[in-house]
């Protein structure tokens, strides 16, 4: 059984305490609450206080939730309230919990030097034994007390952490939340979790406030139970013992993160390596160096740390992952130990140059750029030249330019939503400096540079792109070939120079005289703009007519709205810009309109006989526009017209305004011209309700007694209204259908960080708003289809709301529906798809650890179902996740779940897999004692066997475990033994490395291991 969320009200539970038992009258709620926590297991506990235990008075139990959440994310969240000091509580662990662990273990060997038992003889660690307590408030002041309280259940700890005896679990769940002298016990729990990497916070939530934390516990830790000094380091690394090299590796990166410059000395005279990457940095998202780490961290000792790692003969050219600690202390803009580090013989690669070139001290960058020979050898992705253009540093650029940078090299840039290259004088016009392109131009030599037929963007094109006048001229003086520019990419220069959201009619005029295109080249294919197009938009009279004297085409038909020049002019409604058109020549309207401008655009428009054509295509559109706007004239004028007459031609592009003209009137509570187009023959929609429902009653009446069908819209809205149950019983009984896909309230599933898909019912608005009683109003209104309840029980189940989804049980859903959840993540170039999580209502119960629901669900599906799509879980592999061992147990002793149902292709994992990633030393010793398979093979996309998996994450029971049960490591388990190892060693998990290299050596040594 898993640890339980400990956030219980006492009323979900309606507890009666028998106030005439004097031991129980003096206790608070905050010592009742750890005894209210065993009634969700269903266990008899004993509640103990001052060491004697106390009769507990019968309790009532009515009300009951089951919530669980992952070990790993409990030791993120926030504690129950402290169980008084000498009052505690003893549960029994869950069923099948009851462990027999190999003496082998790494930890269960490593604690006898820690602990020796009375009948041993002293060792040569014997050194080791914990030392009590510096202090009488050492435990509170050196230990996460809460983190510990999170840890009180045996179960919880069964999950982690092996016995050293039969009952051990019990004790130490006792232990940990009194005050009795058990301090030993206590440290042991710390150094075993440390040992297999196991902290207080989620690795996917890591932030530095809690990496910190962790960090101050643990140095803390040490330095309160006797550790913290030389000769305890060097013992424990003397032993040999993987457990010990563990907890060393977590003792070294904790005090290199922290600064304890006197910590890391004492490890480093102790022989830890100062060479070996494992300081997993959350900034540069890598494992790091202790060099690494400390020449690119920003405190007050980080130089005397630089310095330090040195002299115990750190390599300050070490870049196995890419950077050499050079680059760090660039990046932190650290000129110290730059100049300490480049003074012990650091290269300057081109990553450091590149980097390099943000600094403003152009004193250091000259330091750092003069040993290097090549400053080009950096290529597109880091080169110095493009680095110092693009910081607009001219002092840089002419450095470079002497040390012989190329002008002409290509680079990569972001260009149309796609990546195109252009030269640095192209990256100097992007800049928009003035002071750049006269740098760059002063060493150019080939102003046009010819590839070999490799296309690139021309400077020109971002010049122009830019809007900046003056770069855009000297450009153009310099000789950069215009008609090239005029021809790449989705626009002329005049077309670029116009969509600008400041066009200069300067810029243009520049351009017109070194012959830009006023037109795109006559063809049978519409085009979708043009300049003229462009300025009509600006609403810039000034660039039209600077347009149409450079030959621009008045009558052009474009592939978009607003199709015409003088549509352009007519939906604005401005005269001054039908005037210049029409003296042009503009005769061609269109009829494909989505607004008239002005009552004076319109009634020109039937002046010169435009008007009726227009509105026979595009009249409700145009209608509801006006409407919309509230331009209540233009709008009459347009009714006496016959604007809401559906014309027979329509016009087939999506309109701009979504509302129909009714719909439009009741939105601007227009009433007078709605009461119009109802007497006209308005047919009533589901949009046009949703909008009356908020205006006056009578006037609701009468358009529900004209309106058939269904209206999931407004039966939406009704369920978000302040009277939703009032409103939702006026639709019901004017006969209004429920059912449809409420479109225009979509945005509702978009304001959950889950990225939902589209709503399909009014029933998902209900459980997204946790409106109980509307739902059940709405599930009794009528037969729902099971994909529809399907849908919503799936969706109150990841939205933590039991209670609806246990409403929505018995209506029927579809206990086989899947909802797919779409993680997204924003660049700097836009949004791009993450991963998908797909789940059926038993997943999903599983997955959020909701047991009444889960429990329900097993007894009518196939426990063991999978299906398709990346990372997706059997109910099983989603309790084993999240570290719940009554939802293990329910669904293998019960329900016969299968304990090697296989991984999903891509990010999937057996039930042994996951628990081996994740630490879960106890559910994996039952799932193998049950005959899991341990060289199972990963996913086949983003896997890891069960031993990939323990040794990237650093952990070192696990391994062990694995390694007794058969995980091969030679022969066929070659392959899965060098992934391990290199995975292990690229997550700074050193000790676990050398952990398997030393198990493989001993099976060398003795075949008849294999």
Not at 12 to 17: A, C, G, H
Not at 412 to 422: H, N, Q, S, V
Not at 634 to 641: D, F, N, P, S, T
Not at 662 to 680: C, D, M, T
């Amino acid at each position: 059984m898993d640890v339980q969320t400990l956030d219980f009200e006492l009323e979900w539970f309606e507890i009666r305490l028998c106030h005439d038992c004097e031991n129980w009258s003096k206790l608070s709620d905050e010592c009742v609450e750890p005894f209210i926590r065993t009634l969700n297991e269903n266990k008899e506990s004993e509640f103990h206080s001052g060491g004697e235990q106390v009769q507990a008075p019968k309790l009532k139990k009515a009300k009951y939730r089951d919530a669980y959440v992952s070990t790993i994310a409990k030791f993120s969240t926030a504690p129950s309230p402290k169980t008084p000091e000498g009052l505690f509580v003893c549960t029994p662990a869950s069923a099948g919990m009851d462990l027999i662990w190999n003496a082998s273990l790494p930890w269960l060997r490593f604690i006898k030097f820690v602990r020796p038992t009375e009948n041993e003889a002293p060792s040569p660690s014997s050194s080791l034994t914990i030392s009590p307590f510096r202090g009488t408030d050492a435990f509170s002041r050196t230990t996460n007390r809460e983190f510990m309280l999170l840890l009180e259940p045996p179960a919880a700890l069964s999950i982690l952490m092996p016995e050293e005896f039969q009952g051990q679990h019990d004790a130490l769940s006792t232990d940990l939340n009194s005050s009795t002298n058990k301090g030993r016990d206590r440290i042991a729990l710390e150094l075993f979790l440390l040992s297999n990497n196991i902290t207080s916070q989620d690795p996917a939530g890591q932030t530095e406030e809690g990496t910190r934390a962790n960090d101050e516990r643990v140095m803390s830790m040490l330095n309160d139970y006797g550790w913290r000094n030389l000769k305890h380091m060097q013992i424990l690394l003397a032993t040999g013992e993987p457990t010990a090299e563990a907890i060393a590796e977590n003792v070294f990166a904790s005090a290199l993160r922290l600064h304890d410059v006197g910590a890391v000395k004492m490890m480093l005279e102790a022989n830890m390596d100062p060479n070996n990457p494992l300081i997993e940095s959350i900034f540069f998202d890598a494992v790091l160096t202790p060099l690494q780490f400390a020449a690119g961290s920003d405190h007050e000792r980080s130089e005397e740390l630089v310095n330090l790692l040195i002299s115990y003969g750190a390599d300050v050219n070490d870049s196995g992952n890419d950077h050499p600690p050079l680059f760090y202390a660039i990046e932190n803009r650290d000129d110290k130990i730059i100049r300490a580090l480049m003074f012990h013989g650091a290269i300057v690669t081109p990553c450091c140059l590149y980097s390099a070139t943000d600094f403003t001290d152009i004193k250091v960058f000259t330091d750092i750029a003069n040993p290097c020979f090549d400053v080009n050898a950096g290529g597109s992705q880091n080169c110095a030249l493009a680095g110092a253009v693009k910081q607009c540093n001219i002092p840089m650029i002419e450095i470079l330019l002497a040390k012989g940078a190329f002008i002409n090299d290509l680079v990569t840039i972001d260009f149309e939503g796609g990546k195109e290259m252009t030269t640095i004088l192209g990256i100097g016009a992007r800049s928009g400096s003035i002071d750049v392109i006269r740098a760059l131009l002063w060493g150019c030599f080939e102003i046009n540079p010819d590839f070999d037929g490799l296309t690139y963007v021309s400077p020109l094109v971002l010049a122009v792109q830019r809007g900046n006048f003056k770069t855009t001229q000297a450009l153009l003086q310099a000789g950069v070939d215009i008609k090239l520019a005029d021809e790449q990419g989705e626009m002329t220069l005049l077309e670029r120079a116009t969509r600008h959201p400041f066009p200069s009619p300067l810029m243009c005029k520049v351009l017109i005289e070194y012959g830009a295109q006023a037109n795109r080249p006559v063809s049978t294919q519409k085009h979708e703009s043009s300049a003229l197009l462009n300025a009509l938009d600006q609403n810039s009279p000034e660039l039209v007519e600077l347009l149409i004297s450079a030959g621009a085409r008045p009558n052009d038909e474009y592939s978009k709205r607003p199709y015409t020049a003088l549509g352009a002019a007519v939906e604005r409604g401005d005269e001054v810009l039908i005037n210049i058109l029409s003296a042009a020549g503009a005769t061609f309207v269109g009829t494909r309109l989505q607004e008239i401008g002005s009552l004076c655009t319109a009634m020109s428009l039937q002046e010169s006989g435009v008007l009726q054509a227009v509105l026979s295509v595009s009249g409700p559109v145009i209608l509801a526009a006006a409407l919309s706007a509230k331009k209540t004239d233009l709008a009459q004028y347009l009714l006496e017209h016959n604007a809401d007459y559906e014309g027979l031609v329509g016009n087939e592009d999506p309109p701009l305004f979504e509302l129909a003209p009714l719909e439009a009137a009741i939105s601007a509570r227009n009433f007078i011209l709605a009461e119009k187009l109802l007497e006209r023959g308005a047919n009533v929609t589901d949009v046009a309700l949703g909008c009356a429902l908020d205006t006056d009653p009578v006037f609701l009446r009468q358009l529900l007694c004209r309106f058939h069908g269904s209206a999931p819209n407004t039966v939406g809205i009704a369920v978000l209204h302040n009277a939703s149950l009032q409103l939702l019983r006026l639709l019901q009984e004017a006969g209004v259908d429920p059912t449809g896909v409420p479109g225009s309230l979509q945005d509702i599933s978009d304001s959950f960080s889950l990225n939902l898909p589209p709503l399909e019912s009014v029933l998902e608005i209900a459980v997204f708003e946790g409106k109980r009683e509307e739902l059940q109003f709405l599930l009794q209104w009528m037969t729902w289809s099971p994909r529809k309840t399907g849908r919503a029980l799936i969706f109150a189940t990841l939205l933590n709301k039991r209670h609806i989804a246990e409403d929505i049980l018995p209506f029927d859903p579809d206990l086989n529906r899947e909802i797919t959840l779409q993680y997204t993540w924003d660049d700097d170039f836009g949004g791009y798809e993450g991963e998908q999580e797909t789940y059926t209502p038993l997943q999903a119960a599983v997955n959020r650890q909701m047991i009444p629901i889960a429990r329900a669900l097993m007894e009518k599906v196939d426990v063991n179902y999978l299906g398709p799509g990346a990372r997706r879980r059997t109910a099983l592999q989603h309790a084993v996740e999240n570290g719940n061992m009554e939802l293990v147990n329910l669904l293998i002793s019960e329900h016969g779940a299968r304990i090697d149902s296989p991984p999903a292709t891509d990010g999937g994992a057996t039930a042994l897999q996951i628990a081996s990633l994740k630490g879960y030393i106890g559910i994996a010793r039952r799932l193998l004692d049950l005959g899991a398979d341990v060289n199972e093979d990963p996913a086949e996309y983003n896997g890891r066997t069960a031993l990939q998996g323990a040794a990237e994450h650093g952990r070192i029971d696990m391994l062990q475990i694995l390694l007794d049960e058969g995980a091969l490591i030679v022969g066929e388990g070659e392959p899965q033994y060098h992934k391990a190892v290199e995975l292990a060693q690229l997550n700074g998990r050193y000790a676990a490395a050398k952990m398997l290299r030393s198990s493989r050596e001993s099976v060398y040594l003795n075949p008849s291991a294999v």
